[in-house]
């Protein structure tokens, strides 16, 4: 014979996953929400003292194809003899297993070796500063480094993990999954520290207008 206090716990349950599967259904059915936002090939092709040098990059079909990003942009920079490339790749939704494809993945699938990892700030100047990833990469005798974070509906952050946390979190809340990896890569001369110094100051840039382009 049930006591009552697990008598209790069953109906408790079994309401609890009612309510839940009613959310998850209305949720599905609601679908994304709508966001305005810019193409990124309107992204500026001056931000700073960082000019775009060259037109656009675009990746062959097979590379877009693993991609799966709705938008993106991909452009060389020049600033007083620097030079960094950026790369940002937006997905409007990531319901549909669309994702972000962490560099840590893609990167030594393409023969990269990856080193000296860590954390740089990136203070944007009109939203607060966050954190980013930082590596040292190396595919044969190219030498660069790589600044790295994601993106979208308010969140900058590096952690893949929370991310991943945060996008569950507002696709309940707010019925969006949006967002992007936004990546700096500089040629590494003499000195890490310039190199660092050099992405990390393309990217506070690049930071400033994103906004416009992936939504908060």
């Known amino acids: 014979m049930k006591s009552p206090r697990n008598s209790f ?35 500026p ?9 060259g037109d ?54 393409s023969g990269w070796v990856m080193s000296d990892g860590g954390r740089v700030m990136i203070t944007p100047g009109n939203a607060p500063a966050f954190e980013a990833n930082r590596y040292l990469i190396q595919n044969g005798s190219e030498r660069a480094l790589m ?11 590096a952690s893949e993990y929370w991310a991943k946390v945060d996008t569950v979190l507002d696709s309940v809340r707010r019925r969006r999954s949006d967002g992007a990896l936004v990546r700096v890569m500089t040629p590494m001369g003499n000195s890490p520290a310039e190199a660092e ?4 100051d393309l990217a506070a840039q690049a930071a400033k207008e994103l906004p416009a382009f992936v939504p908060n």
């Open 9 to 43: 716990r069953f109906w408790f349950l079994l309401i609890l996953l009612l309510i839940g599967g009613g959310i998850i259904n209305l949720w599905e059915h609601a679908g994304e929400a709508h966001v305005s936002r810019q193409q990124l090939k309107n992204f």
């Open 45 to 53: 092709r001056q931000i700073g003292s960082w000019r775009q040098q």
């Open 56 to 109: 656009d990059v675009r990746f062959d079909a097979e590379t877009e194809k693993v991609l799966r990003a709705d938008d993106y942009v991909a452009r060389n920079f020049e600033s007083d003899g620097r030079s960094a490339s950026l790369y940002v790749g937006y997905y409007a939704t990531q319901r549909n297993g669309a994702t972000y494809h962490s560099p840590l993945n893609c990167l030594p699938g």
């Open 147 to 157: 600044v790295y974070w994601y993106q979208g509906r308010g969140h900058a952050v």
């Open 197 to 200: 110094k050099t992405a990390v």
